[in-house]
């Protein structure tokens, strides 16, 4: 089956950096636009980072210019490195997998989530 499992989070200091994984299995990697989404508690899951297929990269506002998204599809693994992290940027981190190039579809598969915690 389909699985999707994050990895690297941890806790950081403000103005720190971390690099998130996300390992693929079970799907064929290159079909897949790949992206990273957050949430936090009583907030709604909201979309960071998107690569598609063919290396076209999609951020949020918040993140541009802190966040890079990143695939290697040998590896079949996506990457959020995460630099000059915010108090704000703490939160749990999804991957998520969509097939197709219409990115307003919803997402096909998910990954479990993992916890960043940023210190200010």
């Known amino acids: 089956q389909v699985q999707l499992v994050e990895s690297g989070g941890g806790l950081v200091q403000a103005g720190g950096s971390l690099r998130l994984s996300c390992a693929a299995s079970g ?3 290159n079909w897949y636009a790949m992206g990273w989404f957050r949430q936090t508690p009583g907030h709604e899951r909201e979309s960071v980072a998107r690569i598609s297929q063919g290396g076209m990269t999609y951020y949020a506002d918040s993140v541009k210019g802190r966040f890079t998204i990143s695939r290697d599809d040998a590896k079949k693994t996506v990457y ?29 598969y998910w990954g479990q989530g993992t916890q960043v915690t940023v210190s200010s």
């Open 27 to 29: 799907l064929t990697f």
């Open 80 to 108: 959020l490195q995460m630099n000059s992290l915010k108090y704000e940027d703490t939160a749990v981190y999804y991957c998520a997998a969509q097939i197709g190039s219409n990115q307003n579809r919803e997402y096909d």
